[in-house]
C-alpha cells in the first residue's frame, strides 16, 4: 500500500518538536538530580516512547514509498550518522580539553571513548581518564544518546518486519509487539534495566508506529465529506 500525497502532508516537524521540548524539559530535571520532577518536567520518558512511535509510523512511510533495501539503509545511513559521528567526535575533543594530565596523557582513553561512541556503544565508556564528569549526578556528557542505538538497530530491522507483515498481516505486528514487551517487564522486573531498555525492550511502540501506517486507511481523523456520510 503505497503513501499518498494525504499522508506524505503532515505535522510530524512540529510533533517532534514539542516532544524535544519535553525531553529537554525532564533532563534539565534529571541531570540536577530531581527523579520523580513535577510538571512539566516530568514526561521525559513518556517523549522518547513518542519519539519511537513517530519513527515507527515515518520510516514505515519511508520504505513503502521505496522499498529497495540497499537505498534504503543508505538514506537511513546519512539520516543520522554523519550528524552522529560529528557529535562524537566534538564531545571527544571537548574531553581532551579538559581531562585531568591532558590530552597526550589520556590519548588511550580518549580514543577507546571515541571508538565505543562511534559503535553506539556509549554504555561501555561515557568519562575519559581519571574522570572529567566524576561526581555528577549523572556522569556523562550526553547521555540522551542512547536513543541513537535504539534507533539504528530498528532501521535494521524494519525492512524485515515489514515484509513479514505483508506476507502475515496484522499478527506479526501483535505477536511482536507481546514478545518484546514481556522482554521489557520480564528484564525490568529482574532490577536488570540496562538490558531491558535497548532492543527488542523498545520495540513496542516501534510497532506501534508501524501499525499506525500500515492500517492508516480505516482510521479517518480528519472532517468526512458529503460523499463519505
Known sequence: M????SYTDNNFTVLR????LMVVLGHFQLLRGVHHPPWPFNY???AV?????ASGYLVSS??????????FYIRRFFRIYPLYIAVVAAQTAIFAVLVPGGAWQNLQSLGSYFVVNAAFANFLQYDVGSGVLHGLVNPALNPSLW???IEFGFYRLMPFIWRAVERWGM???VGIFILSAAYYVGLNNANNYLLAQPLPG????FVLGIAAYRYRGHIKLGPRSRSEE
Open 2 to 5: 503505497k503513501t499518498d500525497q
Open 17 to 20: 518538536l514539542v516532544l524535544a
Open 44 to 46: 521525559a520518558a513518556m
Open 49 to 53: 516512547d513518542c519519539f519511537f512511535v
Open 62 to 71: 519511508s520504505f513503502d514509498r521505496d522499498s529497495d533495501l540497499g537505498r
Open 147 to 149: 536513543t541513537l542505538k
Open 171 to 173: 499478527k506479526v505486528l
Open 202 to 205: 523498545e520495540l513496542p511502540f
